[in-house]
C-alpha cells in the first residue's frame, strides 16, 4: 500500500517529551520524524545506541554535543550528520521559537 506523508503535517503539541513517529521499518532500518519543542537531553545523560543513526534537521534548530567534544555541533535546516553506534551524544538544546523537526534514519546491522 502506498502512504503519502508530509514530515511538516501534523505536527505534536508541545509538551514534556519530545515525538518520535516511525513512518517505515523494513529489514534493519527504521525511518523516523523527532519532533522537539525547546527540549534537551536530559542533565547526565548520554544517548549511546547499538545502530547507527543519520538525521537530517528539516526545520528549527539544535545543538548537538558529541562526547569528547568542547562545544556542540549547530545544526541548522538541511544540516545533517552521521551518528556511528556508541558514539555518546546528546541534544544540548533545540529551538525555543518553532519545532525543531527531524528525519531520522536508524541502521542496524544484522549479524549473518
Same mark, same amino acid.
Given at each position: 500500500?502506498?502512504?503519502?506523508?508530509?514530515? =511538516?503535517?501534523?505536527?505534536?503539541? $508541545?509538551? %514534556?517529551?519530545?515525538? =518520535?513517529? #516511525? =513512518?517505515?521499518?523494513?529489514?534493519?532500518?527504521?525511518?523516523?520524524?523527532?519532533?522537539?519543542?525547546?527540549? %534537551? #537531553?536530559?542533565?547526565?545523560?548520554?544517548? !549511546?545506541?547499538?545502530?547507527?543513526?543519520?538525521?537530517?534537521?528539516?526545520?528549527?534548530? &539544535?545543538?548537538?554535543?558529541?562526547?569528547?567534544?568542547?562545544?556542540?555541533?549547530?545544526?541548522? $535546516?538541511? !544540516?545533517?550528520?552521521?551518528?556511528?553506534?556508541?558514539?555518546?551524544?546528546?541534544?544540548?538544546? #533545540? !529551538? &525555543?521559537?518553532?519545532?525543531?523537526?527531524?528525519?531520522?534514519?536508524?541502521?542496524e546491522i544484522? &549479524?549473518?
Amino acid at each position: 500500500m502506498i502512504n503519502k506523508v508530509n514530515l =511538516f503535517e501534523h505536527l505534536p503539541q $508541545p509538551g %514534556a517529551e519530545e515525538s =518520535f513517529e #516511525t =513512518f517505515l521499518e523494513l529489514g534493519g532500518v527504521r525511518l523516523e520524524r523527532i519532533v522537539s519543542h525547546a527540549h %534537551a #537531553t536530559p542533565e547526565g545523560e548520554w544517548y !549511546d545506541q547499538h545502530w547507527d543513526e543519520w538525521v537530517l534537521l528539516l526545520q528549527g534548530s &539544535a545543538g548537538l554535543l558529541i562526547e569528547g567534544e568542547p562545544e556542540p555541533i549547530l545544526l541548522k $535546516p538541511g !544540516d545533517s550528520l552521521h551518528l556511528p553506534s556508541h558514539l555518546k551524544h546528546r541534544v544540548e538544546w #533545540t !529551538d &525555543a521559537e518553532q519545532p525543531t523537526i527531524w528525519l531520522a534514519v536508524h541502521v542496524e546491522i544484522l &549479524a549473518m
